[in-house]
């Protein structure tokens, strides 16, 4: 099974809302990183956050990690329609010498 | 525009046939790796390269093959694609270690039949 699983697999909402994605994961990790990635085309890297981290923000995203719930969550507040996309999470299992990504959530804004 | 391109942009290929994809950054990256990502599958890690010269294998290896002859470019062959190769690719790369931000190509879409 996979090393990072996101939860919800599909998320829909309104625009103007907050939208919350989960992230769990099996073993200990270094970093664990959120990415989006528009229909179509290549993943673009969104944060990472570090094992020793608790929460971290970049504009509108807040990331937050739990390491003793192997658990993290990405919320996007005052959703735009330019948010839909899919988001995944990827973690870098000690020692696997990979990153490992998660099946994504698929987040649908509507306006 | 800086960052890396991939060609072609979709491909279909008949069974047997041999196929390299490209893949070329220009951010002087030391590591690289190839993804195939398949619905419900996620992304998957093929190959990659901790720097030129060298290479290792991911997840899913077996069918392809990989060279990084230079720090720019990272081709995968499929030296005789079978139909379960049909899929999309990634090629990424990273400036630190495979532990760092990791930069995606635009893809190639490979249909095998």
């Known amino acids: 099974s996979q090393q990072g699983e996101e939860d919800p697999q599909a998320l829909s909402i309104q625009e103007g809302e907050n939208a919350t994605m989960n992230c769990s994961y099996k073993?200990?990790?270094?970093?664990l990183q959120w990415y989006r990635q528009n229909s179509g085309r290549g993943l673009v890297h969104l944060i990472l956050?570090?094992?020793?981290?608790r929460e971290k923000h970049s504009g509108r995203l807040r990331v937050t990690l739990d390491t003793s719930k192997k658990s993290s969550s990405l919320l996007i507040t005052a959703s735009r329609a330019a948010d839909t996309a899919s988001y995944f999470c990827?973690?870098?299992?000690?020692?696997?010498?990979?990153?490992?990504f998660g099946q994504g959530t698929r987040l649908t804004i509507n306006p | 525009i800086a960052g890396i391109t991939q060609a072609p942009t979709s491909q279909i290929l008949a069974a047997g046939r041999r196929m390299t994809l490209r893949c070329t950054q220009d951010?002087?990256?030391?590591?690289m790796y190839w993804y195939r990502q398949d619905l419900g599958l996620g992304l998957r890690l093929i190959h990659y390269?901790?720097?030129?010269?060298?290479?290792g294998k991911g997840e899913v290896p077996d069918g392809y093959s990989v060279s990084r002859a230079n720090t720019d470019d990272f081709p995968l062959t499929l030296a005789s694609a079978v139909p379960s190769q049909t899929s999309v690719y990634f090629c990424?790369?990273?400036?630190?270690?495979?532990?760092?931000?990791?930069?995606f190509g635009p893809g190639t879409r490979l249909t095998v039949l």
């Open positions: 956050i570090r094992s020793n981290e």
């Open positions: 073993t200990s990790i270094n970093n």
């Open positions: 951010m002087r990256h030391n590591a």
């Open positions: 990827a973690t870098d299992k000690k020692g696997a010498q990979k990153l490992v």
């Open positions: 990424a790369s990273s400036d630190g270690s495979w532990t760092d931000t990791q930069y």
């Open positions: 390269s901790n720097t030129a010269g060298t290479t």
